[in-house]
């Protein structure tokens, strides 16, 4: 790095829900990605997983809507969902400390793929997962 310059700052995507009431920004840098079989994230979603991308909370704003966000669960730990359409935004967990940003509410492409899947013995028993990623019963 040159004297005086400074690191760069990663893109910042864009997410939103089905019905667009609500908008949101987050860093092209999240922490992990992975794909979670347990039962909440399969009723949350409607889906056989929720492949979702972990980041620090702080690097998630709300950038429109935020009166839209019906909040399930407490101020520690809940789901963001559009109050209009249902659409689930992001999950606050490990004590509102971090973001869990399903990847199908962005509109731009993350730079991180998921890179193994979680909750595995619990999955929908009518879907098999079918590519390499590591595969773990529960998670930590």
Not at 87 to 101: E, G, P, T
């Amino acid at each position: 790095m040159q004297a005086g310059s400074t690191a760069s700052k990663p893109k910042a995507l864009t997410g939103r829900c089905l019905c667009g009431a609500v908008s949101f920004t987050v860093a092209d840098a999240f922490d992990y990605a992975m794909n979670c079989h347990c039962g909440k994230c399969r009723r949350t979603t409607g889906s056989a997983f929720k492949p979702m991308g972990g980041i620090a909370r702080a690097e998630l704003a709300v950038t429109s809507g935020a009166g839209d966000i019906f909040l399930y669960g407490d101020a520690t730990t809940h789901d963001a969902h559009c109050r209009h359409c249902g659409s689930l935004l992001y999950s606050q967990v490990r004590d509102a400390q971090y973001a869990h940003v399903p990847l199908g509410v962005l509109i731009d492409t993350p730079s991180i793929r998921p890179t193994h899947h979680i909750h595995v013995a619990s999955k929908a028993p009518w879907f098999e997962i079918t590519d390499a990623l590591p595969q773990y019963q529960e998670f930590d």
